[in-house]
């Protein structure tokens, strides 16, 4: 057994574990800062009240005040260059579907101005001066559009089929659109006024670029992508010769560029490093000469990098496994760190919590698989639950998760793996899983049960998994492959059948899932045996099924269907569906519901085969 025992690379200290950790309770996390043109005022999101909301907090005191966005939830936010507008994007009924809202910084002059009737919208930026915004809006087609914050008019730039806008030159001459399904992406110009479209970068066949924008003097683009090396870099594409190879500005051999941040002037770049198992680093790039330079990490995971229109300061987010979510202040001409709340205590905790452990273990295969290993007090084994991430191009990181230091309290380890088809480990590892390499996933489930009973870590009979999304699938799909494996299983949000999820799911999530799951066509037979509904009668093991009732991600038929199959055959299981809430559950209130629900089904089920093993 492989363990890695490095210092987290934070500048904050957590504190040691109890001998019996506390439950912590769940606090109010601040995420996903905009800044004002000024940086003098940072808003931001919050769910103290319940859900999530917009605050705006000046740089210089504690007190912040929300702003009045709605009953509705928020999911991310922006300034807009002249001051004068905070933009939100908004999910009602906490479904995938989104809308636009603009609003002054004072909280007047709320309103709608993209989203409308089945469109979801979504928030490229603005153009540089003034109040225009660059949206994006899709129903059964991507729609780039330019929205005037003030009038409301709008101009539509493109269409086009998995259609993505992500920039627009200052005279609106010029936009750079993302194309491509899952894992397949790639850029490409358009002439607004010609409407004539250039794919950037020659086709390799393989990789992604999912992340781009105008260079400052609007004769090159600089881009997140990994279609050149297997582990994603920054680029410069020269425009005056787009046939060239794209210049190498930034990359590395042991990180992944997860996030790339510019400023508006172009001059800086904030780069976000995916180290292996997860954690975070920050360097700052300065494109007038070249210069990278590291700056401290305020937590082991960072996220939502964001300029200051000035260039002048930066704002992120970082959290770490017993430190919630908080927004920080970077200086990037000294890289000095301050939190924006000055209020919030030194460790950034809401309570006791233990640090897990990066493990590595291979798969059946001899992949290299990694994951992270939360261990409760005293010696082990101990009952075990597996916890799935979502996505699946998502990645198992050191981040604030309640539920898992919850049921290390109950005395249940948790390891939190990264299977095949995970990020953050390059472009061959997230793509192994695509098709029918799905069966090779599956696999690796089992092979964690399997080198955690080894390890001695945890207790034959009494493993369990848990996870959501495309976690959850993996759930029910391990459970339907691997019977006797498990001892119970909890699957949040789950596919339970792909023939299913292709009909019931929002046309453009269908549309960009194709090159990760298959063609429900042309890979119908693959899909039906990878489907759990297809084998539900080899699952005879207690399961609980979480749903949000609005969720058309993932519909909540998926869960349903489950339920009903597991009644015909009496096997015990549980179905919690949540009001109010659609694929990700944003209400503190229904977190708190899955969370209680999920721990004490795990907790009640793997310790009553205790009498069973012995």
């Known amino acids: 057994m492989i363990v890695r025992t490095e210092v987290p690379r934070t500048v904050l200290r957590n504190r040691p574990a109890s001998p019996r950790p506390a439950v912590p309770v769940p606090v109010g996390e601040e995420y996903r800062p905009a800044p004002s043109p000024d940086g003098r005022r940072v808003a931001f999101l919050s769910d103290q009240g319940g859900s ?50 603009v609003l002054r910084p004072d909280g007047s002059r709320r309103r709608q101005v993209a989203g409308f009737g089945r469109r979801s919208a979504a928030l490229a930026g603005w153009l540089p001066d003034g109040a225009v915004l660059m949206v994006t809006e899709t129903d059964e087609r991507g729609r ?187 200086d990037p001409s000294s890289g000095a760190l301050r939190p924006l709340r000055p209020s919030a205590p030194p460790t950034g905790t809401s309570g006791g919590g ?25 010696p082990g084994p101990w009952p075990t639950a597996i916890s799935l991430h979502g996505g699946p191009e998502a990645q198992e990181r050191p981040g604030y998760n309640p539920l898992f ?9 948790v390891f939190a793996p990264n299977v095949r088809g995970s990020s953050g480990f390059g472009r061959s590892f997230v793509a192994a899983d695509n098709l029918a390499g799905r069966y090779g996933a599956i696999a690796d489930v089992a092979a964690c049960a399997e080198f955690l009973v080894d390890a001695g870590v945890a207790r034959p009979g009494q493993l369990g998994c848990l996870g959501r999304s495309y976690g959850g699938y993996l ?55 990878l489907s759990p509904l297809t084998h539900i009668d080899r699952l005879d093991v207690p399961v609980l099924l979480i749903h949000g009732a609005n969720d058309t991600n993932v519909p909540a038929g998926e869960s349903a269907q489950v339920a009903r199959a597991l009644a015909a055959r009496d096997v015990p299981h549980g179905h919690l569906v949540l009001t109010g809430e659609g694929h990700d559950f944003l209400a503190r209130t229904n977190q708190e519901a899955a969370r209680t629900a999920t721990t004490a089904w795990l907790t009640r089920h793997l310790a009553a085969t205790t009498a069973t093993v012995g």
């Open 405 to 413: 230091q919850a049921l290390v309290a109950q005395g249940v380890a």
């Open 52 to 101: 999530p909301r917009v605050w705006v907090r000046d740089v210089d005191t504690a007190e912040a005040v929300a702003l009045p966005t709605g009953d509705e939830p928020v999911l991310a936010l922006s300034w807009s260059p002249d001051g004068r507008w905070l933009a939100c994007v908004v999910a009602p009924g906490g479904a995938p579907r989104t809308e636009l809202w």
């Open 144 to 330: 780039a559009v330019l929205v005037d914050a003030g009038t409301g008019r709008r101009r539509v730039l493109a269409e086009g089929d998995l259609l993505t806008l992500l920039d627009v030159t200052p005279d609106a001459g010029t936009a750079l659109l993302r194309r491509g399904p899952r894992n397949a992406r790639w850029l490409e110009l358009l002439d607004v006024a010609t409407g004539e479209q250039l794919r950037l970068f020659p086709d390799t066949g393989q990789g992604s670029t999912d992340q781009g924008w105008f260079g400052p003097d609007g004769t090159s683009v600089l881009a997140r992508t990994d279609a050149f090396s297997e582990l994603a870099a920054l680029v410069r594409v020269d425009l005056t010769r787009p046939e060239r190879t794209p210049t190498r500005l930034a990359g590395r051999p042991d990180a992944e560029l997860e996030h790339a941040a510019h400023s508006t002037d172009g001059h800086r770049v904030a780069l976000l490093w995916n180290t292996y198992g997860g954690r975070s680093e920050l360097s700052l790039l300065d494109l007038t000469d070249g210069v990278q330079r590291a700056a401290g990490a305020p937590g082991e995971v960072l996220d939502d990098a964001v300029f200051a229109a000035g260039g002048d300061l930066l704002c992120l987010t970082a959290q770490g496994p017993v430190q919630p979510r908080e927004v920080w202040l970077v």
């Open 354 to 378: 233990v640090a897990p452990q990066l493990v590595d273990l291979r798969a059946q295969d001899g992949l290299p698989l990694s994951g992270w290993l939360y261990r409760p007090a005293g």
């Open 475 to 529: 759930v029910l799909a391990v459970l339907v492959n691997f019977p006797g494996l498990f001892a119970a299983g909890v699957a949040e949000c789950g596919i339970s059948d792909f023939h299913t999820f292709y009909a019931g799911t929002e046309p453009w999530i269908a549309a960009a899932a194709v090159s990760k799951y298959g063609d429900p066509q042309r890979d119908a037979e693959l899909l039906r045996d």
